[in-house]
C-alpha cells in the first residue's frame, strides 16, 4: 500500500501569493483508473461486507463523493446494518486500497486525459497554486500521482480519507494554501475544476469559479444544467481551457 499523502510531501515552484489557487479533481478530470476502483469497490464489498455489488447498482451514482460515504451509501443500498458499516470501515478502506493498487498497471500515464499536462504546466508557469481535492484516499491518490507523473504539479492535496465530506477537503486545501504559501484568497482567487455534479456544487458553495468538464460520467449539456461559469467537451484544447480557468475574453 502506498504512503499516506500529507502537504509536508510536496514541494513547489513559482508560486506566487497574488496568483489563482487552481483545485483539480483527479478521476475523470485528470485521469481514467475507474476500472480500478471499480474493481476493488466488488472485492471490498464482497470480502468485508458478504454481499455482491450487482450490476444494477450505477457506478456514478455517488461520483464526486469521499470514497467512506461511498462505502456508506452502497452498505445502505445492499442492506448492511449502519453499525456493521462503520465498524467495518477502516477494515475496507485498508482493503480497497490494496486491492485498487493492485488493479493498476506500473505505468499509468497512459491513463491521463488529453491536454491536462500541457495545461498543468502552463497554469504552473504562469505562477498559479495547483491543488487537487479528491474524494479517493490518500494511499491510493499517492500511488496514482507517482505513478502517473503527475505528482510534480500538485503542491496541494486533500483526500478522501481526511474529511467527511468534499466540502471539508476543499476547506482544508484553502487552509494548507494560506498557512504554507502565503496564498490568499482576496489576491488572487479560487477556481475548482471536475467531471462531477458534486465539484460544482461545493465549488459554488464556496463562491469559487467553477469549471466543468465532460471527461467522466456526466454529458456537457448535464454538467451546464448546474450552472457552472463554463463548461468543456475536454480539456484538449489548450487555449480554450486557459480561457475558462482563467476567466479569460476571447
Not at 460515504?69 to 480497497?96: C, D, F, S, Y
Request: aromatic share 4%.
Amino acid at each position: 500500500m502506498g504512503r499516506i499523502v500529507t502537504d509536508k510531501d510536496w514541494s513547489v515552484n513559482n508560486t506566487n501569493q497574488h496568483g489563482k489557487l487552481i483545485l483539480f479533481d483527479m478521476d475523470g478530470t485528470l485521469i481514467n483508473v475507474g476500472y480500478a476502483h471499480r474493481k476493488a469497490v466488488r472485492m471490498t464489498v464482497k470480502t468485508v461486507y458478504g454481499r455482491e455489488l450487482g450490476d444494477g447498482l450505477d457506478p456514478h451514482q455517488h461520483q464526486g463523493e469521499t470514497q467512506p460515504n461511498i462505502m456508506r451509501a452502497i452498505g445502505h443500498l445492499l442492506g448492511v446494518p449502519p453499525e456493521t458499516v462503520e465498524a467495518r470501515l477502516p477494515e475496507a478502506m485498508r482493503m480497497q486500497a490494496e486491492a485498487t493498487v493492485a488493479a493498476l498497471e506500473n505505468d499509468l500515464r497512459k491513463a491521463i486525459l488529453p491536454g491536462v499536462e500541457p495545461l498543468l504546466e502552463a497554469l504552473r508557469d504562469m505562477g498559479h497554486l495547483l491543488g487537487l481535492v479528491t474524494g479517493t484516499i490518500s494511499p491510493i491518490t499517492s500511488v496514482i500521482l507517482q505513478r502517473t507523473g503527475l505528482l510534480r504539479f500538485f503542491p496541494l492535496c486533500a483526500c478522501g480519507d481526511e474529511g467527511e465530506e468534499r466540502l471539508d477537503l476543499l476547506h482544508l486545501v484553502m487552509a494548507r494554501a494560506a498557512r504554507t504559501y502565503g496564498w490568499q484568497e482576496a489576491g488572487g482567487g479560487l477556481v475548482v475544476v471536475g467531471d462531477a455534479v458534486r465539484d460544482i456544487e461545493t465549488g459554488m458553495a464556496l463562491g469559487a469559479r467553477v469549471v466543468a468538464v465532460a471527461t467522466g460520467a456526466h454529458r456537457l449539456a448535464d454538467l451546464a444544467q448546474y450552472g457552472p461559469h463554463a463548461v468543456l467537451a475536454s480539456l484538449e484544447d489548450l487555449d480554450a481551457a486557459l480561457d475558462a480557468i482563467l476567466a479569460r475574453s476571447g
